[in-house]
Every structure is written in structure tokens, then in C-alpha cells.
């Protein structure tokens, strides 16, 4: 298998777990330029809110996007999109990427910030 398969197996046991929840998710993806981050409604059909460094916002204030920094104000930014949309408590969805890096750091921020998981 190559690492993008394994990932993605990785990714559908998750998936199956939390879909048994009664809870939005926080869905992250990362590239090696961007990171991204999603909440995903309980039923799974409608995205909630989403941020990235892709979005203006976060662009005008990162110089490089695949960094921890930019990680965390992704973080801050998705936890504030959700308390806006009434939103306190989801699953974390880490799309198989191991829990390290980029991916804990936008985590943490979003903890940091009010949302619970």
C-alpha cells in the first residue's frame, strides 16, 4: 500500500467511529502548502463552517501556510466560526494523519479557543 492508501484506510475506521456519535465533526486536511479545517454538520450532510489558510483572512496574515502557526490560526479561527454558528462541542476528525505537528497544533488552538473535544 502507499502512504495516501493507508492514510485514507486510516481515515475510514475513524470516520466509522464518529459516525455512531450524535455530534458535529472537526474534519482537518493538510497539504504541504495549506491546511484546512471543516465542521461537518451530525448527519453529515452540510459543512457548518470551514477555514483555511487558503482564505484571505488567514493569507494576509501567514507569509507560508504549511507551518504550525498558520496551523493555529486556523485553530482560532474555526473554534470562533463554530461558537458563532452555535456550536461547543464536535468529534476531532483527523482524516488519518497522525496526531503530531500541524495537526495537533490547530487542535489545541481550537481548544484554546472554546470548542470541546
Known amino acids: 500500500m502507499d502512504k495516501k492508501a493507508t492514510r485514507l484506510r486510516r481515515a475510514k475506521k475513524t470516520r466509522a467511529k464518529l459516525g455512531s456519535q450524535d455530534r458535529a465533526r472537526l474534519c482537518v486536511h493538510r497539504t504541504p502548502k495549506h491546511i484546512y479545517a471543516q465542521i461537518i454538520s451530525s448527519d453529515g450532510s452540510s459543512v457548518v463552517a470551514s477555514c483555511s489558510t487558503v482564505q484571505a483572512d488567514i493569507k494576509k496574515q501567514v507569509a507560508f501556510g504549511g507551518n504550525k502557526e498558520a496551523a493555529e490560526l486556523v485553530g482560532k479561527s474555526i473554534a470562533e466560526k463554530a461558537k458563532a454558528a452555535g456550536i461547543e462541542s464536535v468529534a476531532f476528525d483527523r482524516s488519518g494523519f497522525k496526531y503530531h ?7 489545541d488552538s481550537a481548544r484554546e479557543n472554546g470548542l470541546q473535544f
Open 101 to 107: 505537528g500541524r495537526v495537533q497544533v490547530l487542535a
